[in-house]
């Protein structure tokens, strides 16, 4: 899958931007704004780290974006099974 720039999360357009770690200690590999819908993606990640990254960050969006309270272990859970399907059947 190609990272888009632009992904529409329940009718609202939000940004995919990548960016550098501001170190090499920083272990971010994505974070999700709401208030400015930006997505951020750590820029050095593989393809497939980035993928599934993008996938974490939009179930944040829409956990916001619905007044879920889905916690961190369960968001990463989320995505690692949402991308393991969609490898599975050659959408990715």
Known sequence: ??????IKILGIDYDIK???????DDRFMGRMDDALAIISLRSDMPRNLAEQT???EV???ISA???????????????AGIYA????????
């Open 18 to 24: 990548t960016l550098a770690p501001n170190s090499r």
């Open 65 to 79: 974006g619905l007044g879920l309270k889905i916690s961190e272990p369960q968001t990463t859970a989320l995505s």
């Open 59 to 61: 179930i944040h969006a």
């Open 1 to 6: 899958m190609e990272i888009p720039n632009k």
């Open 85 to 92: 399907v969609l490898k599975e059947n050659g959408w990715l």
């Open 54 to 56: 993008l996938i974490h």
